[in-house]
């Protein structure tokens, strides 16, 4: 992802693809104080856009610093660099960190916020598996306690435990890991929130220690305008088995049919593709 053409926006001014370079000893790299946005642009319109922005200061005041931007200068910022590499379906990355300066500790209140925009195009998260439905590992890592980590935030700290499940779950030739919570409850995949459907209804797990994604709660607002009854509950791993149909959801996973969990297996049902599609049709319907 380094060494292409293009621009990157970089506190305040498009650089170079290659120039887009921050020093090793910044404060992110060593201790993780990194926050970020995923988010998918369609026909030149950024889905939720400002609530991404949002998110991504207050994902940062929840790791305790400051956005030195606007929502507004965020939202112009996304828009410029979209313009600068000519796309209009895109996948944007915001992130912001504490950089390289005065402090190299633990303690790092004097270094500079920094903060970054790049977009390149992306296109289905699990490949073909939007069609056929995902197979998923069960991951040995839990979710942590928001007595651990700030787990509502979407701050880099909170993804090693994912990177490591999802290399795990790709090497036993899954496309990602279902995690449970630390108390045992199914929780969510690495970087999506996660559906079941039964004898008509719908049970997704209670957001207390992760994130409740944005894609989640526009497919529980679809749910509602379509009568369907959704249940937001722990929920225990002994009732996979009794789950007829899962998906997952996500900016990047948009609405992706899962197809087996660990030995339980899902049908891509009715349900399951009605919501795909019309999530599909939404995002580009809709900014
Ligand atoms: N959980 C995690 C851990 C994620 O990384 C993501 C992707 N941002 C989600 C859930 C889904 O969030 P959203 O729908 O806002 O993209």
């Known amino acids: 992802y380094d060494d292409r053409d293009g621009f990157i926006w970089m506190d305040g001014q498009l650089v170079p693809w290659r120039d887009a370079n921050v020093h090793i000893l910044t404060h992110a790299m060593h201790y993780a104080s990194s926050v970020f946005e995923g988010e998918r642009a369609y026909h030149g319109k950024i889905f939720k856009s400002v609530l991404h922005s949002e ?25 410029a660099v979209m313009k600068a590499n000519n796309l209009s379906d895109a996948y944007v990355r915001a992130v912001a960190w504490r950089g390289a300066g005065e402090d190299m ?14 977009v390149w195009e992306w296109g289905a998260y699990y490949g073909d598996a939007k069609m056929k439905g995902a197979k998923l590992d069960i991951s040995k890592w839990k979710r942590p306690s928001p007595e651990t980590i ?10 090693m ?4 499940s999802k290399h795990a779950a790709e ?17 969510e995949a690495t ?7 039964k004898d008509g209804e719908v049970h997704t797990p209670k957001p207390d220690c992760f994130l409740n994604g944005i894609t989640r709660q526009t497919v529980i607002g679809m749910l509602a305008d379509r009568q369907v ?6 929920i225990e791993p ?6 007829e149909q899962c998906w997952l959801t996500g900016t990047a996973a948009e609405v992706t049919p899962v197809g087996r969990i660990g030995d339980y297996n899902f049908e891509v049902g009715a349900l399951t593709r009605e919501m795909s599609e019309s999530y599909e049709k939404l995002v580009r319907a809709d900014g």
């Open 105 to 118: 500790g633990v303690a790092s209140a004097r270094n500079p916020v920094r903060m970054a925009v790049a």
């Open 150 to 159: 700030p787990s509502h935030a979407k701050a880099a700290g909170l993804y």
């Open 55 to 79: 998110r991504l200061k207050r994902s940062a005041n929840m790791i305790d610093f400051d956005v030195p931007y606007t929502v507004d200068q965020i939202e112009e910022a996304k828009y």
């Open 171 to 187: 090497a036993k030739g899954c496309s990602d890991a279902m995690m449970f919570d630390y108390r045992g409850y199914v929780a």
């Open 161 to 164: 435990i994912c990177t490591m």
């Open 229 to 234: 009854k959704v249940h937001e509950r722990h």
């Open 191 to 197: 970087g999506a929130n996660i559906f079941f459907v």
């Open 238 to 243: 002994a009732e996979l088995e009794g789950f």
